[in-house]
């Protein structure tokens, strides 16, 4: 009888927690759907075109500086930018080519340099993410 019941309620919760998963996935899809649309306006309100690519252009000195860490300049080979709208799987295996083969960069610093490398939707984006970030914590 007990082994019934124990079966009967891990059916349940199994249920239950497949049920609760795809829930969580609609609504995250419908959070980065209005996450996208919100940064549009935001976008169309500075005057922005949001789905115009712009050019990544180094730094012509040495090293490029931001409030964080200076990013030490490669010979001919230039960090990967995102756009936002490309897959951001790919882009970041490109980072992660890009810090092992030509940066000495240190794991807590790699998010911040790859930030440092994003246009169009994708800046405000990771500065979203980064403040809800902060929020939680």
């Known amino acids: 009888m007990g082994d019934k019941i124990s079966s009967r309620l891990q059916r349940e919760l199994t249920i239950t927690e497949t049920l609760m998963h795809s829930k969580?996935?609609?609504m995250e899809q419908r959070l980065?759907?209005?996450i996208v649309q919100v940064i549009q306006e935001q976008l169309s309100r500075l005057g922005i075109d949001s789905t115009k690519s712009a050019t990544h252009k180094p730094e012509?000195?040495?090293?490029?500086?931001t409030s964080r860490s200076t990013i030490p300049a490669t010979k001919g080979n230039t960090p990967p930018t995102?756009?936002?709208t490309n897959n951001p799987l790919l882009w970041a295996h490109r980072c992660e080519h890009y810090f092992e083969k030509y940066q000495?960069?240190?794991k807590a610093k790699k998010i911040?340099?790859?930030g440092?490398?994003?246009?169009?939707l994708a800046p405000l984006?990771?500065?979203?993410?980064?403040?809800?970030?902060?929020l939680m914590s």
Not at 116 to 120: A, E, R
């Open 32 to 34: 980065i759907e209005r």
């Open 116 to 120: 440092f490398h994003m246009f169009g």
């Open 112 to 114: 911040d340099v790859a």
């Open 60 to 65: 012509s000195n040495s090293a490029q500086t």
């Open 82 to 84: 995102y756009n936002g």
């Open 24 to 26: 969580i996935a609609e």
């Open 104 to 106: 000495h960069t240190t």
């Open 125 to 134: 984006w990771y500065y979203q993410l980064k403040r809800v970030k902060d």
